[in-house]
């Protein structure tokens, strides 16, 4: 798998960074989109992104925020809240993607963590046609708002089993979704997956979620 630093624009002017790793097999490449203060060098997502890439998928690990967003949020927390901001950037990554020659015919996937899920849902739900399925880890889809009746894409929602307060904020959004959807949860697992395996979980789930865009034949919510 041959990595790539690429840059970005967004729909404001901002340049964003990121990491592109193209498929090997098949046509799926899932961006990533991190929240909650964290970025493309997340351990986490790479971890699972490197699962996924180990699978022959596509992935692409951006920086959802500039250098000088980053250095202020660190301070007041102000941008790792605002779902427009980031979900902005997450649809600047797919029309990017459809864009550019090498990606414009892949099949995308969105993966969220924390805030990231809620910006992935709303980018599902403002490109319909290009993303095909979306995963949350430890997501706050409840932050979608009325875009998760908007989302077509299946959706997968992995929550820790000793997350309670945000397993149940999962399951009221889930009752919101419209399409084919499941809360997958980790058994004893706390909310940044830490746990031994916990992430090996998340991983497999979300590779078999995403090698199956498109269909329609999925179990909800268990």
Known sequence: MILEEVVLPAADGSALHGDLALPTSGRVLVVFAHGSGSSRHSP???AVAGALQQAGLGTLLLDLLTEREEHRDLLTAEHRFDIDLLASRVTAAIDWLAAEPATER?????FGASTGAAAALRAAA???VRVQSVVSRGGRPDLAGDALARVSAPVLLI???ADPEVLRL???AAEQLRVPHRVEVVPGATHLFEEPGALDHV???ARAWFRRPGDDAFDEER
């Not at 892949?106 to 969105?110: K, M, S």
């Open 106 to 110: 892949l099949v995308i996937g969105l």
């Open 44 to 46: 986490r997502n790479r």
């Open 126 to 128: 403002d490109r319909p």
């Open 159 to 161: 929550v820790g089993g």
């Open 203 to 205: 991983a497999r789930a």
């Open 170 to 172: 999962n399951r009221e």
